[in-house]
Nanobody
Framework: VQLQASGGGLVQAGDSLRLSCAAS????????MGWFRQAPGKEREFVGS????????YYADSAKGRFTISRDNAKNTVDLQMNSLKPEDTAVYYC???????????????WGQGTLVTVSS
């Protein structure tokens, strides 16, 4: 599975942004998909994930209530809708595919190249 994330950019605090991750290759629909982020000087952290069917989603506390993950297995895409963005959300955001669902980066087998989100105050 090859992944390509897009949609990052520079926004102001309080704005919304939608990231997309396009997958190519076989069997996208069997993988749980995760979003992670890495801020400058910090370790990569879990943002949220969605099960292979899209039936369940899980979020880090920092994302709950503001971020929403969705997927379209027919289009091989997974999106991260981010609302009420804060300066502390500034990071490179990565999508990843793995089995089974996990919040641990180490369990994901495939990674996109990352897309930069910058939130100004």
């Amino acid at each position: 599975v090859q992944l390509q994330a897009s949609g990052g950019g520079l926004v102001q605090a309080g704005d919304s942004l939608r990231l997309s991750c396009a997958a190519s290759g076989h069997m996208f629909s069997v993988y749980a998909m995760g979003w992670f982020r890495q801020a400058p000087g910090k370790e990569r952290e879990f943002v949220g994930s969605i099960t292979w069917s899209g039936g369940s989603t899980y979020y880090a506390d920092s994302a709950k209530g503001r971020f929403t993950i969705s997927r379209d297995n027919a289009k091989n895409t997974v999106d991260l809708q981010m609302n009420s963005l804060k300066p502390e959300d500034t990071a490179v955001y990565y999508c990843a595919a793995g089995r089974p669902w996990s919040s641990s980066a180490g369990t994901y087998d495939y990674w996109g190249q990352g897309t930069l989100v910058t939130v100004s105050s």
